[in-house]
């Protein structure tokens, strides 16, 4: 069971537009910057959005992100078949166990 | 260019222990936060534990503490995982990775824990 809760998965049509949300608690996501990671099959993960909407250099802005109280969103736009992935929010959390936390994945499929 | 490759990883029995090593190229590690995070077969990511760019703080998983030690050599850009007493539930393809975000990623390696 994550500490972050993300939708097992959501599909989409491709050029059509598309949100995955994650939700956790005032230890991690509303108090700390919130990560997004595409993974695609047989890769590592590569960060898409951090400080919860920012582009690192070369993510298209297609990808965007936001965050609201204790829960953020990961939109991207004009789908592409090449969007097929596994993506991941992550943050930090404050509380006893402090450390980094991870949701458990959302399988997005462009159909 | 940002490079991190870890190695290490391999089979190894229950009860035992393996070093895995990150090397790291292309930026002032000794300037950056560290992490290792795993992902078992099929499964989601997991994070493993952080340490700061001094080693003055350091961080575990509940399900690692006390069996895994992370630590890093700044004069060699090298960030390390000692586990001890692996379990079948460690086996993972184990990465390092590079704060901020983290955003930078070795392509990880697999340890396998299996009598």
């Known amino acids: 069971q994550s500490v972050l809760t993300q939708p097992p998965s959501v599909s989409a049509a491709p050029g059509q537009k598309v949100t995955i949300s994650c939700s956790g608690s005032s230890s991690n996501i509303g108090n700390n910057y919130v990560s997004w990671y595409q993974q695609l099959p047989g890769t590592a993960p590569k960060l898409l959005i951090y400080?919860?909407?920012k582009r690192p250099s070369g993510i298209p802005d297609r990808f965007s992100g936001s965050k609201s109280g204790t829960s953020a969103t990961l939109g991207i736009t004009g789908l592409q078949t090449g969007d097929e992935a596994d993506y991941y929010c992550?943050?930090?959390?404050?509380?006893?166990?402090?450390?980094?936390?991870f949701g458990g994945g959302t399988k997005l499929t462009v159909l | 260019e940002v490079q991190l490759v870890e190695s290490g990883g391999g089979l190894v029995k229950p009860g035992g222990s393996l070093r895995l090593s990150c090397a790291a190229s292309g930026f002032t590690f000794s300037s950056y936060s560290m992490n290792w995070v795993r992902q078992a077969p099929g499964k989601g990511l997991e994070w493993v534990s952080s340490i700061s760019s001094s080693s003055s703080y350091i961080y575990y998983a509940d399900s690692v503490k006390g069996r895994f030690t992370i630590s890093r050599d700044n004069a060699k850009n090298s960030l390390y995982l000692q586990m001890n007493s692996l379990r079948a539930e460690d086996t993972a393809v184990y990465y390092c990775a590079r704060d901020p975000g983290p955003g930078h990623w070795g392509q990880g390696t697999l340890v396998t824990v299996s009598s």
């Open positions: 992550g943050t930090w959390d404050s509380s006893l166990s402090a450390g980094r936390v």
């Open positions: 400080e919860n909407n």
